[in-house]
């Protein structure tokens, strides 16, 4: 029961910078979004990913791992798109 909440909690937190994602590649305009706020949730989900790896947690690992991903992604694209 433990690994399904936390699994669920993972894909609920990890999806949620999707949306967010997808309207920055849809519309190529990052003027609303704070990059500081991208580093210092990736610094965050960085360390849940060695938190999890440390603790032996899978759920932990895979969901922060891709919220990584996501936000690592939506940072490329801040800098990228912040110019136009």
């Known amino acids: 029961m433990e690994n399904i909440i936390g699994s669920v909690a993972g894909i609920c937190t990890s999806v949620a910078m999707l949306p ?3 309207k920055v590649l849809r ?3 990052v ?6 706020m991208i580093v210092v949730l990736l610094i965050g989900v960085s360390l ?5 790896i440390i603790k032996e947690e899978w759920p932990i690992i ?3 791992a891709f919220s990584v991903l996501v936000n690592t ?3 490329i694209y801040y ?3 912040r110019e136009k």
């Open 48 to 52: 849940w990913v060695v938190y999890g």
């Open 79 to 81: 800098f990228k798109y």
């Open 27 to 29: 519309e190529k305009e």
């Open 62 to 64: 895979l969901s922060n």
């Open 31 to 36: 003027e609303n979004i704070s990059w500081g």
């Open 20 to 22: 967010q994602l997808i």
């Open 73 to 75: 992604t939506l940072l």
